[in-house]
């Protein structure tokens, strides 16, 4: 609650929280929607949130008048939509998981909380009409820290059905947090695609004036229902302005920022494609094309049991012990540089070396990837990657660390781990560039 004198004037003023109001301080006047006060803070800062989208706080002694000019944001709804066919539109089915895309303020808490209805998302979103016949099914509400691999095959078997029914394209909105691991699962999911699965997310709520909401939706319908690529990837902002959105890989792309709106980029790799909102769709790598009409490959076996774990300086190698009484059975280890764990003699608390050794030995299958993220692991350039290689380690090439642990719980699950051992390497579906290229830049 706010303060005690601050309460006692809105009750005054009979002013309630989600109403307009008008506040005058010196020279300055502000209006907005009355907001709840945060948890945390001074209970003296009243939060109103502006037109533009954002939430300003002013410190109500400073405020010479206040009164409502509006009433109760919370009387919006959203009116009842429903997505007509329309002749000569393909048919694109959308999957909603929950996220900020499908988000808005919460006037009773003042936080963001996800829609529930479909009509609620495309009603900020028109324009998609016009591009696809959208079919729209409420999936789930989770937010993406709280994906699993059991959220990840409902979305695999939901997509698959979608193609197996006639659908261009599937949509997947979804959580930003953890995109870039669901894109990576269900690329190995979901194979012999007759079009592309599109995992699109915002970095903003659709309530604030920056959002990314609305034009990556736009651009993942043009891509669903009119492109020809046959693979799974991310449809996001490609920079901060509103120009663009790129198209790329699902298992090349990783979250790269916490907030900005260009926050997902290609790792070892360019983006498939980049779409504007006008459906201006422009390749700009190799990619695998939708051929003859053919049903999808549904491989949605997984294996939970595996682990990814960071490397760092003092870290204690009894940390894979506790992987192996667990009873894991593969472990995906973020190492430094070209694939190196400390194995100096000098201080063997220290050393991983027999860790990974033992876990080998146990039925454990071990790969190696870097924190560099960018290049590739490679265990023949020094001495300590020989000495990993020969205790069992499998260097994982250019892949990044989470897509080598995603791919290795998706290989245990559906093959034996021998054959998980030689798969884990090999490219099956672009996790893996054959040839690292030098990339020269004209400044710094």
């Known amino acids: 609650m706010y303060s005690k004198d601050i309460e006692d004037i809105l009750h005054k003023k009979h002013i309630s929280i989600g109403e307009k109001v008008l506040l005058e301080r010196a020279e300055e006047s502000f209006e907005g929607v009355l907001m709840p006060r945060p948890d945390a803070g001074d209970n003296n800062i009243l939060v109103v949130k502006l037109s533009n989208g954002y939430n300003l706080g002013l410190d109500f002694r400073s405020i010479s008048s206040i009164k409502r000019v509006g009433t109760s944001a919370e009387t919006f709804s959203f009116p009842k939509i429903k997505m007509r066919a329309r002749t000569g ?62 959220e990840w095959q409902v979305m695999a078997r939901k997509s698959a059905e979608a193609f197996n029914s006639g659908a261009s394209g599937v949509i997947i909105s979804h959580g930003t947090d953890t995109l870039h691991f669901s894109s990576a699962a269900l690329s190995f999911m979901l194979q012999d695609l007759p079009g592309p699965v599109v995992l699109v997310g915002a970095q903003r709520s659709s309530d604030r004036g920056s959002s990314d909401a609305f034009m990556n939706l736009i651009c993942s ?42 926050a997902f980029k290609p790792v070892n790799g360019a983006p498939i494609a980049k779409v504007n909102t006008e459906g201006n769709i422009r390749h700009l790598s190799p990619y695998t094309k939708a051929g003859k009409s053919r049903k999808v490959s549904l491989r949605e076996g997984y294996e939970p049991r595996v682990a990814m774990l960071y490397m760092y300086p003092n870290s204690d190698s009894s940390l894979i012990d506790h992987y192996l009484d667990k009873g894991y059975k593969g472990l995906i280890i973020a190492s430094t540089g070209l694939g190196h764990i400390p194995i100096s003699a000098s201080h063997p608390e220290y050393n991983w070396l027999q860790g990974v050794k033992d876990a080998v030995a146990s039925g454990m299958v071990v790969g190696m990837t870097s924190q560099c993220l960018f290049g590739r692991v490679s265990g023949t350039v020094y001495r300590y990657g020989r000495m990993i290689t020969d205790a069992g380690a499998i260097y994982c090439e250019d892949m990044m660390p989470e897509v080598a642990y995603v791919k290795l719980g998706w290989l245990l699950g559906n093959y034996g781990r021998k054959d998980a051992e030689k798969m884990l390497a090999a490219n099956l579906l672009g996790e893996i560039t054959p040839r690292t290229e030098a990339e020269w830049h004209d400044e710094v």
């Open 89 to 150: 539109l393909k048919t694109v089915k959308l999957l909603y998981t929950g996220g900020t895309i499908g988000s808005r303020v919460d006037y009773a808490t003042g936080g963001v909380y996800m829609l529930t209805k479909p009509e609620e998302l495309l009603y900020d979103v028109p324009e998609m009409a016009d591009i696809a016949n959208i079919d729209v099914e409420h999936l789930m509400s989770v937010a993406s820290e709280d994906m699993t691999y059991t």
């Open 221 to 262: 319908a043009h891509i669903a229902a009119h492109s020809d690529i046959a693979e799974v990837g991310t449809c996001m902002h490609a920079s901060s302005s509103d120009d663009y959105c790129a198209f790329i890989r699902g298992t090349k792309v990783r979250k790269l920022h916490t907030s900005a709106r260009d």
